[in-house]
């Protein structure tokens, strides 16, 4: 199956900071989905993106299809980004592979 | 709110006891998923359903099991209960196997 590799695993902010979040995936994707897990480990669908750019207020990801790697971009971080980020791919097969996660916390 | 319905939302069993887990997909929606997250891990793939037929299955051991209705609601069933069950399951509704998925809130299951 595709492998799916995110990094970093953790990241540590101070409100008002920017990050880029890493998703690596082995083969080709018809799917790609970024997804934010609160502390009440509610999945949160953030942006449904196999290739191409899509921004969502301080969110934006980019996915290049041909390289296998999407990025999401926190710009202007606040306290309520804390949580758990997972990329999660489907390819060929349709089965569904998440990432790691990447655990962040933003400290005011 | 995503539309796709769990339950229940807490569940305590203990070793050897079945159990089932119901989840509502979003309406239009042919496509369900069920993971197993433990703690401090990421969610990890059981099975997907598509037009009722099983469409692909993680590294489960067979008591594990599922259905899907004509109305595309589905089950989880656990035979056999251990303690390495303890975890959040969670389902996840597409309006086709290559679209996204939403996710329910999930259920809590806890092995004593």
């Known amino acids: 199956g595709i492998q799916v590799e995110q990094s970093p695993p953790d990241l540590i902010l101070q409100e008002g900071a920017n990050s880029t979040l890493r998703c690596n995936f082995s083969?080709?994707?018809?799917?790609l989905q970024w997804f934010h897990q609160n502390p009440w480990g509610q999945l949160i669908n953030l942006f449904y993106?196999?290739?191409g750019t899509k921004q969502n207020g301080r969110l934006s990801a980019t996915t290049v299809a041909t390289e296998r790697y999407s990025l999401l971009y926190i710009s202007s971080s606040q306290t309520t980004d804390s949580g758990v980020y997972f990329c999660?791919?489907?390819?060929?097969?349709?089965?569904?592979?998440f990432g790691r996660g990447t655990s962040l916390i933003v400290h005011p | 709110e995503t539309g796709v319905t769990q339950s229940p939302t807490h569940l305590i069993k203990t070793r050897g006891q079945q159990v089932t887990l119901r989840c509502s997909s979003q309406?239009?929606?042919?496509?369900v998923s069920w993971y197993q997250q433990a703690l401090g891990q990421g969610p990890q793939f059981i099975f997907q359903y598509y037009r009722e037929e099983e469409n692909g299955r993680g590294n489960f051991p067979p008591r594990f099991s599922g259905l899907q209705f004509p109305n595309y609601s589905s089950e989880l069933n656990v035979n056999a209960l251990e303690l390495d069950d303890s975890a959040l399951y969670l389902c996840?509704?597409?309006?086709?196997?290559?679209?996204?998925?939403?996710f329910g809130d999930g259920t809590r299951l806890s092995i004593l």
């Open positions: 083969d080709s994707v018809n799917n």
């Open positions: 309406s239009g929606h042919n496509t």
């Open positions: 999660a791919v489907r390819g060929g097969s349709y089965i569904p592979t």
């Open positions: 996840a509704s597409s309006s086709d196997r290559d679209q996204p998925q939403h």
């Open positions: 993106i196999p290739s």
